[in-house]
């Protein structure tokens, strides 16, 4: 990274943190601006007609995950193994192969979605208009499945000023102006997914135009013109085809519920879960920041063996995952009403439950760091998608059992039993030989104190009647507390040695080392 202090120059680990909390501030301003998008859409819609439309996202949301199999990650794997390799003919193959594979896959999920969309729709009141909403959102899969792998090469060359700006900036920008012109004008909900589907179209042209002087720069450019390319084919789809799976979970985690409750319920209930879904996920924009460089740096350290290095990226990653997404588990937990009455109005009230048992589901994710993506790049593969497939039946069956008597917050529980599992089951994986502690003692204090601080603010504000102000005075001392005990593991001072000059910082860091 250009500009970064020379003694970062060669820490991997520093190095990733200070890019991610690049990419984190560039997540904030994506936070603020996708909040005001859907407490807009929220409030402007029906709840018929938001439903039509958060139901027509979550289907694009799993077609995408079909769409991009897994090959974001094996971008983001091997481009830099054969980088290290000096194997660039392999570097650009690789990425060549990607983009037309995920391109294919797009166009045929695409006209599967449109083909198939009056039966998807036929269970909602007005079967036609929401079938014309999943047409227009169906162009939405290609699009943004291209968009994410251009995340990870950007990752890979270590370029997250180029992510922030299309991913962070561009895109949160041209949704809120999409949205306040559906208000001033009074548009309908198909005018909005039309916005939706322009606005990934825009920011995949916009990372066009960066790509081609990142080529230049690696030389791979005219290797490119002249077709001087090895395609690995075989080699990357034994490591992208199992952990599809990965991809596929997730998406169903996501939008899954969502879908079944479209099938199951009404309208009305898939339009209450996915109003909080986009509030409870903010927490896990903290581990999808960390995530994009770790991946690449953690290939890299695996190459070469330094399986010491790797277990400090993994825990220094986990715990900076953990204290920042604190904050947002706290509010969304323990001020779940306040908040979602805030939002998004009255009409939303019954769905602060919903916020609060996703936000557990969210935290333990956070939490517990990218221990998916690490066995991933150890070559557990097989283990991975052991995991995923028993999270996938439990999912489905949990939903299917709760949603009947509970409607939306069977579909919530549902979630976050899952997510709970599936990370007690990546965790317990890490300590098969992988050379990563389960839980490293040097962060379990952190952890504990994380535990404890949360157990505590939560018993307060759930169980006490107390009023709003002292509510989010708790909230706002136990983040205190925790960033108090954490502080010596994140390595602030060591990560981020500007801040030390600054005279109030440097007294905190201070008593933080000592």
């Given at each position: 990274?250009?500009?970064?202090?020379?003694?970062?120059?060669?820490?991997?680990t520093?190095?990733?943190?200070?890019?991610?909390?690049?990419?984190?501030?560039?997540?904030?301003?994506?936070?603020?601006?996708?909040?005001?998008?859907?407490?807009?859409?929220?409030?402007?819609?029906?709840?018929?007609?938001?439903?039509?439309?958060?139901?027509?996202?979550?289907?694009?949301?799993?077609?995408?995950?079909?769409?991009?199999?897994?090959?974001?990650?094996?971008?983001?794997?091997?481009?830099?193994?054969?980088?290290?390799?000096?194997?660039?003919?392999?570097?650009?193959?690789?990425?060549?192969?990607?983009?037309?594979?995920?391109?294919?896959?797009?166009?045929?999920?695409?006209?599967?979605?449109?083909?198939?969309?009056?039966?998807?729709?036929?269970?909602?009141?007005?079967?036609?208009?929401?079938?014309?909403?999943?047409?227009?959102?169906?162009?939405?899969?290609?699009?943004?499945?291209?968009?994410?792998?251009?995340?990870?090469?950007?990752?890979?060359?270590?370029?997250?000023?180029?992510?922030?700006?299309?991913?962070?900036?561009?895109?949160?920008?041209?949704?809120l102006?999409?949205?306040?012109?559906?208000?001033?004008?009074?548009?309908?909900?198909?005018?909005?997914?039309?916005?939706?589907?322009?606005?990934a179209?825009?920011?995949?042209?916009?990372?066009?135009?960066?790509?081609?002087?990142?080529?230049?720069?690696?030389?791979?450019?005219?290797?490119?013109?002249?077709?001087?390319?090895?395609?690995?084919?075989?080699?990357?789809?034994?490591?992208?085809?199992?952990?599809?799976?990965?991809?596929?979970?997730?998406?169903?985690?996501?939008g899954?519920?969502?879908?079944?409750?479209?099938?199951?319920?009404?309208?009305?209930?898939?339009?209450?879960?996915?109003?909080?879904?986009?509030?409870?996920?903010?927490?896990?924009?903290?581990?999808?920041a960390?995530?994009?460089?770790?991946?690449?740096?953690?290939?890299?350290?695996?190459?070469r063996?330094?399986?010491?290095?790797l277990?400090?990226?993994?825990?220094?990653?986990?715990?900076?995952?953990?204290?920042?997404?604190?904050?947002?588990?706290?509010?969304?937990?323990?001020?779940?009403?306040p908040l979602?009455?805030?939002?998004f109005?009255?009409?939303?009230?019954?769905?602060?439950?919903?916020?609060?048992?996703?936000?557990?589901?969210h935290?333990?994710?956070?939490?517990?760091?990218?221990?998916?993506?690490?066995?991933?790049?150890?070559?557990?593969?097989?283990?991975?998608?052991?995991?995923?497939?028993?999270?996938?039946?439990?999912s489905?069956?949990?939903?299917?059992?709760?949603?009947?008597?509970?409607?939306?917050?069977?579909?919530?529980?549902?979630t976050?039993?899952?997510?709970?599992?599936?990370?007690?089951?990546?965790?317990?994986?890490?300590?098969?030989?992988?050379?990563?502690h389960?839980?490293?003692?040097?962060?379990?204090?952190?952890?504990l104190?994380?535990?404890?601080?949360?157990?505590?603010?939560?018993?307060?504000?759930?169980?006490?009647?107390?009023?709003?102000?002292?509510?989010?005075a708790?909230?706002?001392?136990?983040t205190?507390?925790?960033?108090?005990?954490?502080?010596?593991?994140?390595?602030?001072?060591?990560?981020?040695p500007?801040?030390?000059?600054?005279?109030?910082?440097?007294?905190?860091?201070?008593?933080?080392?000592?």
């Open positions: 990274m250009s500009g970064e202090p020379t003694g970062l120059r060669g820490d991997p520093r190095a990733q943190v200070r890019g991610s909390t690049l990419l984190l501030v560039g997540q904030a301003f994506a936070l603020v601006a996708g909040l005001a998008v859907q407490v807009l859409i929220v409030r402007v819609l029906s709840k018929a007609e938001y439903g039509a439309f958060a139901y027509a996202l979550s289907l694009a949301m799993l077609a995408e995950a079909v769409t991009s199999f897994g090959l974001r990650r094996g971008v983001s794997r091997f481009m830099p193994t054969y980088e290290e390799r000096g194997e660039d003919a392999k570097a650009l193959g690789t990425l060549v192969f990607a983009f037309c594979t995920i391109l294919s896959l797009g166009l045929v999920t695409m006209l599967a979605l449109i083909g198939l969309r009056h039966m998807l729709t036929g269970s909602f009141p007005s079967p036609a208009h929401a079938a014309a909403v999943l047409l227009i959102m169906s162009a939405l899969t290609p699009a943004q499945a291209l968009a994410n792998l251009l995340d990870g090469v950007f990752a890979v060359y270590v370029r997250p000023g180029a992510i922030v700006v299309r991913k962070y900036v561009l895109t949160p920008l041209l949704r102006v999409v949205v306040a012109l559906l208000a001033l004008e009074s548009h309908d909900v198909r005018f909005l997914a039309a916005g939706y589907v322009l606005t179209i825009v920011g995949l042209a916009v990372y066009g135009t960066m790509l081609a002087p990142v080529l230049r720069d690696r030389g791979l450019w005219d290797r490119l013109r002249t077709r001087r390319l090895q395609m690995p084919v075989g080699e990357v789809l034994r490591f992208t085809v199992p952990l599809l799976s990965t991809d596929v979970t997730r998406a169903l985690l996501g899954g519920n969502a879908v079944l409750l479209g099938i199951m319920a009404t309208p009305g209930d898939v339009a209450e879960l996915r109003a909080v879904v986009p509030v409870s996920l903010t927490m896990t924009y903290v581990l999808s960390f995530g994009i460089l770790f991946v690449p740096l953690a290939a890299r350290l695996h190459a063996g330094e399986l010491a290095d277990n400090r990226l993994y825990w220094q990653t986990a715990i900076w995952t953990a204290v920042l997404s604190f904050p947002v588990f706290i509010t969304c937990t323990g001020l779940a009403g979602t009455r805030l939002l109005g009255e009409r939303y009230a019954h769905a602060a439950p919903l916020l609060a048992v996703l936000a557990v589901g935290f333990v994710t956070a939490a517990a760091g990218p221990n998916g993506v690490l066995l991933g790049v150890l070559g557990r593969v097989r283990y991975v998608v052991f995991a995923n497939l028993g999270a996938i039946v439990a489905v069956a949990l939903n299917v059992a709760l949603i009947p008597p509970l409607g939306a917050l069977g579909a919530a529980l549902a976050a039993a899952t997510f709970v599992g599936l990370n007690a089951a990546l965790q317990a994986g890490l300590g098969r030989d992988t050379g990563v389960v839980l490293d003692p040097t962060y379990a204090s952190a952890y104190a994380l535990a404890a601080v949360s157990a505590i603010a939560l018993a307060l504000l759930l169980l006490g009647s107390l009023p709003l102000l002292v509510e989010i708790v909230a706002v001392l136990a205190v507390a925790t960033l108090g005990f954490a502080r010596r593991r994140l390595g602030v001072a060591e990560t981020f500007e801040l030390a000059r600054l005279p109030g910082v440097r007294l905190l860091l201070a008593a933080g080392r000592r």
